[in-house]
């Protein structure tokens, strides 16, 4: 989290127009790591919405999270680009190595998650570690960067 920053602060920001929802949202992620229950109330009623929409845009974005991640957080792109560049086979070596299954919300320490396609498909796979993107991933580079993060 970032010194000084609230939700509040970052709704100030900007204007309560339907157009900015999601980029508040995704703000919010960044600062705090994910939009609690709390901060999308104060959205909610920010940009004069219903909770449940509030959700909705954040729950339809890979990206953003609306649960407290874990101390390990890894994604996977699972796009079409990355399958046929050995995607899956990334997700079974990472739940071979920590004994989890991707999807898995059970671990509090690690969690992977197979994601929607982030446009990168010239550079996939793509690996996304507590936020640092991996490209170009191989079922054996990813010890290494696993190793960065143990």
Known sequence: ???GI???KILLECESKAQN???TLKKIGVVFGYVSKEDAMKVAEYFELS???VYEVASFYDLIETKKTANLEIKVCSGGDC???DSTGIVHEI???FRIKAGDENN???K???ISCLGRCGEGPIMIVNGRVYEKVTRSSIYKILEEWA
Do not use: D, H, I, S
């Open 6 to 8: 609230t939700v509040e």
């Open 108 to 110: 509090p320490k690690v």
């Open 95 to 97: 739940e071979n190595y």
């Open 21 to 23: 929802l999601l980029p």
């Open 1 to 3: 989290m970032q010194k």
């Open 83 to 85: 399958v046929l560049g």
């Open 51 to 53: 909770l449940a929409r």
């Open 112 to 114: 992977l998650r197979k």
